[in-house]
C-alpha cells in the first residue's frame, strides 16, 4: 500500500541523500540541497513536502507548492520504487487530500523527454494541456497537465 506522510526533521538526511543522487537529481534540473537548505524547504509557507512511502519504508518524495485554491505537485520515486504504480497511487492519495482543503485545480509540469513521468501522471488522472518552452524555471521544453 502507498502512503503519503509529511516530511519532517527526521528525513532531513534522507531526502538530502536522494536530491543527492544523480538519478534523482537529473529530474529536478541537478538541484541539490545541504541538510540547512532542506530544513529551510521543509520550513516554507508555500510548499509542503511529503514522503511517500510502500510497505512502510520511505520510496519518494512529493511536494505541493499552493497559489491560492491551486497549486503543482511534484515527485520522485527512488529508482527500485519506479514502474510499480506507486507514484500514480501517491499522487492520488495527495490530490483527494488536497481537493478536500478547498483546492480547485492540481497541475504538474514534466519534461517533454521524461515520458515515464508524463505516463504516470496520465495513470493518475492528469492530463496534458499544453507543451511549453524552456523558460526560468525549466531546463528544457516541457509539458503542462491538469488534474481532471
Known amino acids: 500500500m502507498t502512503e503519503v506522510r509529511q516530511a519532517t526533521e527526521d528525513d532531513v538526511e534522507l531526502l538530502v541523500a536522494w536530491h543527492a543522487d544523480p538519478d534523482v537529481a537529473r529530474y529536478w534540473d ?3 540541497f545541504t541538510p540547512d537548505d532542506m530544513r529551510a ?5 508555500d510548499v509542503d513536502a511529503y514522503v511517500v512511502e510502500a510497505e512502510g519504508r520511505p520510496v519518494g518524495y512529493l ?23 506507486l507514484g500514480p497511487d501517491a499522487a492520488r492519495a495527495l490530490a483527494t487530500a488536497l481537493r478536500d482543503q478547498g483546492w480547485t485545480r492540481i497541475t504538474v509540469d514534466p519534461y517533454l523527454w521524461n515520458e515515464p513521468a508524463i505516463e504516470a501522471w496520465k495513470r493518475a ?17 516541457w509539458l503542462l497537465m491538469e488534474l481532471t
Open 30 to 32: 541537478g538541484e541539490t
Open 41 to 45: 524547504r521543509l520550513a516554507r509557507l
Open 63 to 85: 511536494q505541493a507548492w499552493r497559489e491560492g485554491d491551486a497549486g503543482g505537485l511534484d515527485m520522485f520515486l527512488i529508482p527500485e520504487a519506479r514502474g510499480r504504480g
Open 125 to 141: 488522472g492528469f492530463e496534458p494541456v499544453a507543451r511549453r518552452s524552456a523558460d526560468d524555471e525549466h531546463t528544457a521544453d
